[in-house]
């Protein structure tokens, strides 16, 4: 089977379980699981039972798609994704976006657990994804491009688009709470960074790392899909404390903002319709 045939099943298979036709997309990251809660779900199917997908190996990832409606929004929210790190493939990185692509999804928003790398970042910070710096060694796009989805050579200029990006701002403003705005830089991981990647990140204009995110917003431009994209700050980046990373503490801070997580996303999606 061909990548596009691999898409083109996993929707056909999803389009044979619901009537709704999503129009908005989101991916909820690590630790951030929570707003699946807000979701008036009418079918949640477990990655696992959906053909083509990879199943999801991480704690904290709940590894289901939802199709329901958000303040009466048609959504398909990804709860949960696969990483590059998890030995999957680009292709089985980004091919739950491309479905969503033809479950008729227009918009996008991915969101992430992040370490911030600037001082004055607080971790439960929420940061607006201005645009990102891709140093994962890989891009989905390598290969044969499939022609279907997209072109050979697509532009990347304001890839995480100003319009999402000013609603982000007005929901924040909505729901009264402050927020940062910066550049995500993707790695592969599984390491967290050393102090001094931290600081080579930093140079060249990363505002916050992490291991995903990337390759969804390349493959969702790719095929014309709008993104946009929030990180939440989990963490201060490596060498910044003195203390040493952990999943835990990202999971932990990720529980800690919820509320102002599911907040802002519950404002911000009917702003997207
Ligand atoms: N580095 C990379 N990925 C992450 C971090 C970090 O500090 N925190 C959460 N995800």
């Not at 997309?25 to 979701?39: E, I, K, T, Y």
């Not at 970042?121 to 607006?128: A, K, V």
């Amino acid at each position: 089977m061909t990548p596009y045939q691999k898409i083109i099943e996993a929707a056909q298979f999803v389009l044979s379980k619901t009537k709704i036709k999503p129009t908005v997309g989101l991916v909820l990251g690590s630790g951030l699981g929570a707003f699946a809660a807000q979701v008036q779900v009418e079918v949640s199917i477990p990655f696992d039972q959906i053909p083509n997908f990879a199943k999801p190996t991480v704690e904290g990832h709940g590894g289901n798609l939802l199709i329901g409606h958000v303040g009466g929004t048609p959504c398909a929210v990804l709860q949960g994704r696969v990483h590059y790190y998890e030995g999957h493939s680009m292709e089985q990185v980004v091919l739950p976006i491309r479905m969503l692509g033809f479950l008729g999804v227009k918009k996008l928003i991915l969101t992430n657990a992040a370490g911030g790398l600037v001082q004055g970042m607080t971790p439960g910070d929420l940061m607006i994804i201005k645009d990102h710096i891709n140093i994962m060694g890989a891009n989905p796009l390598i290969g044969k491009n499939i022609t279907e989805l997209g072109p050979r050579f697509p532009d990347m200029t304001d890839l995480y688009s100003k319009d999402i990006r000013e609603k982000m701002m007005q929901s924040f403003k909505a729901i009264n709470e402050n927020f940062q705005v910066g550049v995500y830089c993707g790695l592969s991981g599984p390491t967290y960074e050393t102090p001094s990647e931290v600081e080579y990140i930093r140079r060249i204009g990363g505002d916050a790392v992490g291991m995903s995110t990337v390759p969804e917003a390349i493959a969702a431009r790719h095929m014309g899909i709008e993104v946009g994209g929030i990180s939440c700050i989990t963490n201060l980046a490596a060498g910044m404390t003195g203390l040493a990373l952990s999943h835990s503490e990202v999971t932990e801070t990720g529980k800690m903002v919820e509320k102002k997580f599911v907040a802002l996303l519950t404002d911000l999606i009917p702003r997207l319709a």
